[in-house]
């Protein structure tokens, strides 16, 4: 029954690694097939396997008929790419020159711009779009949002909006940007990304902007161009950042900052300010009785 399961998913192409670990995980599985089929899968269906040329060259599809619905329709939408043997929605608009790694989803109505690389693990959730010459590393992901129901459970909301990635932009591995659920999110073009950043939903980022490792950004913040985070730079929701900003490593935004310049702290204030706190703290520890 799991191996029928992983036939129904219809990526021809996949290592078994990869098949493997689909197989392992039956939730996902039974989530792709009720998104992109309309429901559970019959168990009389058929498969066909055929080949279809297009402006990108052959590519490999596999796709399965109910026996009691329209002969012949396709229920498997995803195809395998030429260039890197990912896997790519049919409604998706990926440029030929762009390179989508075996492991690596772009969904339905995403747009992949020219010179695109898509590392291994990757995904690119519905109606994100991706500029020209943007290289984005293993496993990040360009996803949806969650929820609290009535029974305060943690359910998986679908963003309605976009997430619009700019022209040279690079997004290093495990890096997370989430779609917009009022806006859409924004990342300027020539904006460089480190591995393991956290991006929430409605944030706008400029160009030619610099985030360092383990930076997070809550939701709807806005961040003007040439702005520089250090690392683990935490920027609190609904904060706006001037353009031409440099946070020092460790810092947290939690309000405003209208004028360019540099800032450090916990919340950040003006450099010069924050170097002259810590000068004084440490004098007082260094003339005051120890109590250590």
Known sequence: ???N????????GFSNSISNLISNKSDYVQECRTLFTGGPPSHSTSRYQFSVCSAHGPVSRVVSANSGDDSGKDHQ???KW????????????VDPTALIEIGAIVHSKSVVGANVHIGSGSII???????????IGYN????????????GDMVKKLQILKANIGNQVEIG???CVDRGSWRDTIIGDHSKIDNLVQIGHNVVIGKNCMLCGQVGIAGSVTIGDYVTLGGRVAVCDHVSIVSKVRLAANSCVTKDINEPGDYGGFPAIPIHEWRRQVATHRRALKFSPSTY
């Open 5 to 12: 399961n992983v036939r129904r998913v219809a990526i021809v």
């Open 77 to 79: 939408e995803f195809q």
């Open 173 to 175: 591995a495990n890096t």
């Open 82 to 93: 030429h260039n890197g043997g990912g896997t790519f929605h049919n409604s998706a608009c």
């Open 1 to 3: 029954m799991a191996l």
């Open 125 to 135: 959730g519905p109606t994100v779009t991706i500029g020209q010459s943007t290289k």
């Open 140 to 151: 990040v992901s360009l996803r949806f949002g969650f929820f609290v129901d009535e029974h």
